[in-house]
């Protein structure tokens, strides 16, 4: 976490942040904005899968103590107009989300919400993009690949870990990567340095059939599934028997897969427009260098710097997918 802190210089003095209170790597949040010297964190949690309140504030408090932050951080379990009034930074984070009208209108003018990833990756669902259009306030992307965050190479190593859990060894497989997005280089490079021969599609219908092992999705989530019947078809018109489907990200019709005749890994389908597998299972470090990145991105934004395409922070001006944009 010291590391991160250097490496993107996040100063967070005189500034007051609204994150989360988390278990697992996701507690460093609201630590790394203490340890950047925010005037205060308000930290909030609630019942999730991954944890109670309790194990959140637990864990939380105990490594914001091991590094003598945590007089800085209140774990909180109600949003207060009081918080909200003195907030300049939110983070667009799993037990804030969805960030709605309400809470964005009783922000200050001049306060910005980290979206804590790319802007491209903006999901209309985790906040009221009209609101903030409506007073202003902005919702700030972060590079991921400035040199200082550089998440996106981690995510070979990523999709390599979720094969591996699959059953699958990646040396001498032979995989196909259907994506349609900027990770796509990635995702190659990351299968190729394990030894896998990997060829790639940004569209499915150009897929043929070959010996695979995998076929991996990372295809860019949209109002309907992006692997629904007719997809599913065509993947099993191209996958020898044994292949699996790995859904790294990209909605999927797990019925017409399964009623195809196709395995899909993981097991458990993720949460609409969310990733098949997280960060945080291949350890801390990512997930600290997005987190120290997306609030260095916000803070660049909040100090009124100027915004560039070799900059920390990228602002996200309209839904990338108006179809997606309405959807539940």
Known sequence: MSRALAETLLDLSELTVLTEAATGAYAVTAVLAAMAGAKHVYAFTRPTRHGTPAEARQQTLELAGSVGVADSIDVVEQITPNVLHQTDIVTNSGHLRPLTAALIDKLPRQAVIALMFEAWEFRPKDLDMGACLRRGIPIVGVNERHPSVDVFSFLGPLCVKQLHDSGLSVYKNRIA????????GSLRAGLASSGASV?????L?????????????ALRPAAEPRIGSPEAMHLAACAPAGATIVQFWGDMDRTALSENGLGVWPTAPPALGHMGILLSEIGPDPIVRLQAGGLRAAEWVRRNKTVSADGFAQIVSRCPDPAFANSD
Do not use: G, K
């Open 177 to 184: 990567v259907l994506c349609d997005n900027e990770f796509v």
């Open 205 to 217: 219908q150009d897929l043929y059939r070959d010996q695979w092992d995998a076929i991996v999705v």
């Open 199 to 203: 060829d790639t599609f940004d569209n």
